[in-house]
């Protein structure tokens, strides 16, 4: 694992979302169609009328039930306060409209460069991808670096070459905790999961399946019934996990899996998590 002057590095940027810092950037910058997760169309730029004056949500404590399901699962790993406070020098965009539509621009751009930290620094954290922590430790602090940049540069910025060089580890990294998933109690023979990969979950019936070590990688698992299932050391990332039945599922040892995704997904009080995760205040 790495050294607590490296590990200092990699927590410098704040990748949790931390509202409280945030002129609810997301709220106006982020466009949405009405669905099951909002009530109602909103073009980017347009202030959600439900953000009040002070930059909260007006209904925080019942998204759900109001019909914004999609604010619960949104998660911008911490790039709406680094905007806010350090990108713009604590300018809101309703202070500030002659920046307003840069600072939206940029909240994509920020999240992306946050969400591939964050994966980075879970493989650096795990003691099972130890033999990749040293080729992490080399591109770390120049994907780091991309978060401080100004805007002009933000938004010129190829994030997709920055993402490929990094998914190469990413995806090493994926390999070495599905092929070290835990024997099974119930079944016997290799893990079934580890042939299950694609896009193709949507509504599937995987009751109590084995899906140890399975690569769920920017699957569809839309309503997918996971109850019981053994996903033990699966790979979640990019999984669309919107109502997923995960009760009594086992997703110990998960690579990649957010508390974002979980709070989208639906579970209770036996779904098994790895202990960075925690069980959402909606589950059972
Ligand atoms: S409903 Fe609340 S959290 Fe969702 S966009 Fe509107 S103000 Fe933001």
């Known amino acids: 694992m790495l050294s607590n002057h490296s590990l200092n590095h990699i927590e410098r940027p704040h990748l949790q979302a931390d509202c409280e810092q945030c002129y609810g950037l997301c709220c106006v910058a982020l466009p949405y169609g009405k669905s099951s997760d909002f009530a109602f169309d909103k073009s980017s730029g347009t202030p959600c009328p439900n953000l009040q004056e002070d930059y909260r949500c007006g209904i925080h404590t019942q998204l759900r039930q109001k019909g914004f399901k999609g604010c619960t699962v949104y998660d911008c790993f911490g790039a709406g306060q680094k905007l806010s406070q350090v990108t713009y020098a604590d300018r809101s965009w309703r202070n500030h409209p002659e920046t307003a539509r840069e600072m939206y621009d940029c909240l994509p751009v920020l999240r992306q460069i946050h969400e591939l930290i964050s994966y980075m620094r879970e493989v650096m954290m795990r003691p099972d991808t130890s033999s990749l922590h040293a080729s992490l430790e080399k591109v770390y602090p120049d994907v780091a670096r991309l978060s401080d940049l100004e805007p002009a540069a933000l938004l010129q910025l190829d994030i997709t070459s920055h993402r490929a060089t990094v998914n190469t580890l990413l995806i090493q990294a994926s390999e070495i905790v599905r092929n070290s998933a835990p024997a099974s109690t119930k079944a016997k023979g290799k893990p079934k999961g580890k042939k299950r990969s694609g896009m193709d979950f949507l509504g599937a ?45 086992d997703l110990r040892g998960a690579i990649f899996l957010t508390q974002a995704q979980l709070n989208a997904a639906m579970g209770d009080a036996r779904t098994l998590l790895p202990s960075h995760l925690n069980k959402p205040s909606h589950w059972r």
């Open 205 to 249: 019936n995987l009751q109590g399946a084995d899906l140890r070590g399975a690569s769920f990688r920017g699957a569809l698992m839309i309503a997918a019934n996971l109850r019981n299932a053994d996903a033990r050391n699966a790979d979640w990332i990019g999984a669309d996990l919107r109502d997923t039945e995960l009760g009594g599922a």
